[in-house]
């Protein structure tokens, strides 16, 4: 009776030993930082924010309206800082700050999990806002990243980075 007893007890001991292990952890996601300072985007052709308009979005390599927004997609809002031409010439923008946002409202809707991209064609003059995330109640995943901004914007830019 005693074996018996004490085999019950080493599968218990086993049983919370086991319960006691930590379980791997998950692979660590990279950070949205990989668009820095100094980076630069590169506008295939001109631009132009159409009349009574501030602003333009991306999804999906393409200029869209706000009607044909996918909400499980990520998308950018193009917007001019105050002061700024409202035709963005093709060439270099270069990335003068980048911010992260939980949850920005605009003119089109609640985005969540934004990354604000600011950029300049120029230095010292007004430039624009590129703000990227997730439309609101869609499938949001974090903040965006590098691939995910670009596959928004990519039919009219290009991106060099600096990382």
Known sequence: MTVVIRRHWVFAAAALL????HATPPAVLPPPQQVVTGSTFNLYSPLAFPTGSSELLFQNERLISAANLSRDMSYCRLTPDSGAPRTIAAGKLTVGAVSYDEREVG???AMTAVTRIS?????GRPG???SCGWP???SARGFTNAD???NAIGGQ???????
Not at 157 to 163: G, K, P
């Open 136 to 138: 609101a109640g869609g």
């Open 148 to 150: 995910q901004i670009f």
């Open 119 to 123: 950029l300049a064609a120029q230095a």
């Open 107 to 109: 003119a089109t809707g």
């Open 157 to 163: 830019f290009s991106m060099d980075l600096l990382r």
């Open 18 to 21: 086991a319960a006691c292990q």
């Open 128 to 130: 624009y806002t590129l």
